[in-house]
């Protein structure tokens, strides 16, 4: 049963409404706690996620001199194979992770690479990045 079902099972085996109004209390209290965990849980997650892109993809941009569609898929491969590389499993699993993190981030990045490179090259880019444009 879900964690609600029991609530109300709960409730409708005692008339006190005092004790009703205590078990949807509690109910609601944990129910905003597991979401608020989450909450934060994955805000911390993306964040860690979106600074190793950036920071990756400044070091490669510092590295190589140049802005270009190569800056963002090496990023985008480098920080989804980071991220497949810390998931749990085997030695074995984790390989694998690395290697589909790494195809699918250079695939994803490719395209928003090239959206990049031909918004910072356009006149009155809405982007404001004056090192895309040479």
Known sequence: LSKDAEVMLKMGSTTDKR????????AMEKRFIRVAKGSL???ARLGMFTAT?????????????VHDVFNIVG???ATAAAFGLILPGS??????NVLVGSAL???????LG???????EMPSSILNCSPCVS
């Open 19 to 26: 004790e009703q109004y205590r078990l949807m209390r509690d």
């Open 41 to 43: 849980v994955g805000g």
């Open 53 to 65: 892109f950036f920071g990756i993809q400044n070091l490669l941009i510092e590295n190589r001199g």
């Open 75 to 77: 990023a985008g491969s």
């Open 91 to 96: 030695p074995m699993w984790r390989a694998r």
């Open 105 to 111: 981030g250079a695939g994803i990045c490719f395209p």
């Open 114 to 120: 090239i959206l990049t490179s031909h918004l910072c």
